[in-house]
């Protein structure tokens, strides 16, 4: 968002000076590169990637460097997080059974999470998940398990089975409901996957950009400044929105990633 | 514990509501209901020029995933 604002304020754009409303476009979502390294280009969404991805791997290993019985400090924080991933997320999908999958469900719910957050860091300003690549790749990862899963759990021939015959429908009625199962179980699934996080982060996003961008355009000695103000308190509801929104984002994503894992390893559905 | 019955393989123990999960379960099969049928009557349609086989499709793809979700939620 500042780099929008900033453009806006050089262009000393405001109401009744003659100059259109800004409006926030997908081109705000199109970053120059920062830096290219022999021909690859890199940019603000993959640098916010990695370094969220360092966050996250920096507080666990803080966390438990030199774990003891009795937590404290940061330790404490991490297992607050663990637990609650274990207990909320992945036993009510999974049960005590699902507990090895819990690294990649706890690493899945802190990236997601801590990427989505960048929206609303000031400077930073950016969810890298509003770029499709970067839910379809962790999307890719968890399809590509619940498949492996999957097939290992009941074999190539009966986990097809339990992917295109819908336990419970008549057997006449299969020639029409089973492509449906099938195509829900294969494509579906991971498209809505991908799509729900990544629409809700643009979507949060442009709205940012909507109100913020007004407040600022608004602006004037004139019956402006009340407009501005309004859209000023609309842009902090939003953001407290928005910090709601992100958590959830990646409580659904990790709990549907827990789900696929347990229907996959379950001999019937 | 719902998850320790679903992950323990019973094999057709009921299923009790999962919060979230079912919900989108369900958006799911309507999606891929509407994607197929709506697919296949937009096809059919193109070839024999009745455009109208579009939506038909899309509303028999949504009544299939419809009954589909109802077998599932109701099996024994």
């Not at chain 1, 207990?87 to 802190?110: C, E």
């Amino acid at each position: 968002m500042s780099h929008d604002l900033a453009s806006a304020a050089a262009g000393g754009c405001h109401i009744f000076t003659g100059c259109g409303y800004p409006a926030p476009s997908i081109e705000d979502f199109i970053f120059k590169p920062i830096a290219t390294v022999g021909g690859f280009q890199i940019t603000k969404p993959m640098v916010l990637a990695l370094f969220c991805a360092g966050i996250v791997v920096t507080f666990f290993w803080f966390a438990f460097r030199k774990p003891q019985l009795v937590p404290r400090g940061a330790q404490n924080l991490g297992e607050m997080g663990i637990l609650f991933v274990r207990d909320q997320i992945l036993r009510p999908q999974m049960g005590k059974k699902g507990d090895r999958f819990l690294p990649f469900i706890i690493s899945l719910f802190f990236f997601v999470w801590i990427m989505n957050v960048m929206g609303i860091i000031p400077v930073l300003q950016f969810p890298a998940m509003s770029r499709i690549a970067f839910p379809l790749a962790l999307t890719l990862m968890v399809w590509v398990t619940y498949i492996t899963l999957g097939i290992r759990h009941n074999g190539p021939i009966g986990y097809f089975k339990n992917m295109a015959v819908p336990a419970g429908a008549p057997w006449w009625i299969l020639p029409l409901l089973s492509p449906i199962e099938l195509l829900t179980n294969i494509f579906v699934r991971p498209f809505t996957l991908t799509i729900r996080l990544f629409a809700n982060m643009l979507a949060g996003h442009v709205l940012l950009l909507v109100f913020g961008l007004a407040s600022w355009y608004l602006f004037s000695a004139s019956i402006g400044l009340l407009f501005a103000t309004t859209s000023l308190i609309m842009t902090i509801i939003l953001t407290l929105l928005e910090v709601l929104i992100q958590a959830l984002q990646a409580f659904i994503f990790a709990t549907l990633t827990a789900f696929y894992f347990a229907d996959a390893m379950s001999s019937s559905h | 514990m719902s998850g320790a019955g679903r992950g323990g393989g019973s094999a057709k123990g009921p299923e009790e509501p999962r919060g979230p999960t079912d919900g989108w379960q369900v958006v799911s099969y309507m999606l891929g209901g509407m994607l197929l049928y709506g697919g296949i009557g937009w096809l059919i349609g193109r070839w024999t020029h009745l455009p109208v086989l579009f939506p038909v499709g899309m509303i028999a793809g949504l009544a299939g995933a419809v009954a589909l979700i109802i077998f599932r939620v109701s099996r024994t």
